[in-house]
């Protein structure tokens, strides 16, 4: 299995849900991470997992709330979102935080995010 | 910190023909990755092709391949025999070696390969 899946591929939710992104990987990969991209913009950074720890936040704001419960499988939970935040969020893994090897990260398809 | 450039933002090529994408980039680190993402309208960010900063020997990937001159910072794209499935957004990206590196994107080029 060399993917990373990403569930669902679409949402659409209101700004009082609460909804859940899944990321999940079984290339043994150690580092995960989650990109909130727009259309025609690169990937922006948002959280960084090393080892099931979470290493960096890239300030993002607490109505998102990352969460990795194994080193297979990686959450995302949205809360309260604004219409702004309405973007693809892609997750991606790497074989380790270490890894020196060039093969860089794998990503997932994303989920497309619609906020109402 | 590192800055990676794409300057162009749209190119168009013929079918058969070959294409080259343009990306330069700023660090002062010695130990870097340099690496071309494909994103589809499909949206599955896709690599292409990687570079290790120590090599001088360009890499090469079947159809793809980039010409890395390290000392002017330059990691070009190029696509030979383009195909309509190379139809996508590109993105060159730098991550430097060592723990925790992250991955910086350049802000894509949308390639379209017309039949």
């Known amino acids: 299995d060399t993917e990373v899946t990403q569930t669902p591929k679409h949402l659409v939710m209101g700004m009082t849900n609460k909804k859940s992104l899944k990321c999940e990987q079984h290339?043994?990969?150690?580092?995960m991470y989650w990109y909130k991209q727009k259309a025609k913009k690169p990937p922006e950074l948002m959280f960084v997992?090393?080892?099931?720890?979470?290493?960096i936040n890239e300030s993002v704001p607490s109505r998102f709330s990352p969460e990795c419960p194994n080193s297979s499988l990686l959450n995302l939970h949205l809360h309260a979102l604004q219409p702004e935040d309405s973007a693809l969020y892609l997750c991606?893994?790497?074989?380790?935080?270490?890894?020196?090897?060039?093969?860089?990260?794998?990503f997932g398809s994303g989920t497309r995010l619609t906020v109402v | 910190a590192q800055t990676v450039t794409q300057s162009q933002p749209e190119m168009s090529v013929q079918e058969a023909e070959t294409v080259t994408l343009s990306c330069t980039y700023d660090t002062s680190e010695s130990n870097y990755y340099l690496f071309w993402y494909k994103q589809p309208p499909s949206r599955q960010m896709i690599l292409v092709i990687r570079q290790e900063a120590y090599k001088q020997q360009n890499a090469t990937e079947n159809r793809f391949s980039v010409n890395f001159q390290k000392a002017a910072k330059s990691f070009s794209l190029k696509i030979s025999d383009s195909q309509l499935g190379d139809t996508a957004m590109y993105f060159c990206?730098?991550?430097?070696?060592?723990?925790?590196?992250?991955?910086?994107f350049g802000k894509g080029i949308t390639l379209s390969v017309r039949p």
């Open positions: 997992y090393s080892y099931e720890k979470l290493s």
């Open positions: 991606a893994s790497r074989r380790a935080p270490r890894d020196t090897s060039n093969y860089g990260y794998t």
């Open positions: 990206a730098f991550m430097r070696g060592g723990a925790n590196s992250k991955l910086t």
């Open positions: 290339m043994g990969h150690r580092a």
